[in-house]
């Protein structure tokens, strides 16, 4: 098998993983990474063992034998390096979100269909087994339909400014809420119709993110699916650093309750108290999103989660938006 050629753009927390990800997976070599920051950059490369390093994009992509492009920067800069490595004729693994506007995605979308690469949007969770499960227990009715699957959470203002910015990284109904607007429309194997949601941003003026323009940071959501199904969220980026309010994950249905454990297990409570768990799942996620997306490239087949995907959960985070600024019910169309 021809080995593949990868580079990575972005040397931050993802672009490690991307790279350490792709070390795992047969037949790859790591030619490139690249980041602004050349500190980072060297120290990635030396403990990844990728060939070079760079700390400008142009060069990243100018690199001789790439055949794919990771990219793992801000949010902001999704389009432009996607669409740069596209042209410069690599298949490109973008990061989630797959970027902030509609108008951005859709310029990824058209790019990708005239240059005719592959572009994947990394929707890690969906490599995960507990959520393939799940998606099996949904469909074969496990806990009844319709169901209600609810998250909360919430955590001290993030310590990267860009991610908490309005124009860079959208705050956490963009950043975060994304992996469940794709997962719902996947797990419950429908469109979503309706949303509703109340938001408020607690790290406004936050003298530790000095000069951030924040995005509303706390909220509760609901989803409401063609299928009737129902996802809720209630969450907040922005509680004071030393404090977090971890919270449950679980489906609701008429007939019964699964609870996510971390990344790695289910537990199933049926009427009468009847229990079933499962632990151990694979939770490589990272490992089997790359592995994936070689095969896609490799055999010339869709990438497990596409650009369309990642325009469809962008609407959701926008409608969210909407909602949350105009006080009514958005559809995400
Ligand atoms: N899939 C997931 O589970 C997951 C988790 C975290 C973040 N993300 C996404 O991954 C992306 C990167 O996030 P991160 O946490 O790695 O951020 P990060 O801040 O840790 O890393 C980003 C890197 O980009 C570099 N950079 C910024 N501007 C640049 C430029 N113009 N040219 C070259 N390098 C530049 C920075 O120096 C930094 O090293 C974001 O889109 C984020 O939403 C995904």
Redesign the pocket.
């Known amino acids: 098998m021809k080995a593949l050629g990868v580079a990575v753009?972005?040397?931050?927390?993802?672009?490690n993983t991307h790279l350490a990800a792709w070390s795992k997976v047969e037949s790859v070599r790591l030619l490139g990474v690249?980041?602004?920051?050349a500190r980072?950059t060297q120290a990635a490369a030396e403990k990844h063992g990728v060939e070079r390093w760079f700390t400008?994009?142009e060069e990243g992509l100018a690199q001789d034998g790439v055949d794919v492009v990771s990219v793992?920067?801000?949010?902001y800069?999704?389009r432009a390096a996607s669409v740069a490595a596209m042209e410069a004729g690599k298949d490109v693994l973008c990061?989630?979100?797959i970027s902030l506007t509609v108008e951005d995605a859709q310029a990824m979308i058209a790019c990708r269909d005239r240059t005719g690469r592959t572009l994947g949007i990394?929707f890690?969770k969906r490599h995960l087994a507990q959520l393939a499960q799940l998606r099996e227990w949904l469909a074969e009715g496990v806990v009844g339909r319709p169901v209600m699957y609810r998250m909360s959470g919430g955590l001290e203002i993030r310590f990267?400014p860009?991610?908490m910015d309005r124009s860079m990284?959208g705050g956490p109904i963009v950043?975060l809420c994304c992996h469940y607007f794709d997962q719902w429309r996947w797990l419950f194997d429908a469109e979503p119709v309706r949303v509703m949601a109340m938001g408020m941003t607690f790290a406004s003026g936050a003298e530790e993110l000095p000069g951030v323009d924040f995005q509303t940071d706390t909220a509760a959501l609901c989803v409401e699916y063609g299928s009737g199904d129902v996802g809720t969220i209630s969450l907040s980026w922005g509680l004071p650093r030393g404090t977090s309010a971890p919270g449950p994950e679980q489906v609701l249905g008429p007939r019964g309750v699964v609870t996510l454990e971390g990344f790695k297990g289910l537990r199933l409570a049926r009427k009468g108290g009847q229990e079933e768990s499962l632990a151990d799942l694979d939770a490589d996620l990272y490992g089997n999103q790359a592995a994936a997306f070689a095969r896609a490239v490799r055999e010339g087949t869709p990438p497990v989660t596409g650009a369309e995907d990642g325009l469809a959960a962008l609407r959701v985070s926008l409608a969210v938006l909407e909602s949350i600024e105009t006080g009514r019910a958005v559809e995400p169309a």
């Open positions: 753009l972005g040397a931050g927390d993802m672009g690249t980041d602004v920051d980072r400008n994009l793992c920067l801000p949010s800069l999704h990061e989630k979100p990394a890690c990267k860009w991610i990284g950043d």
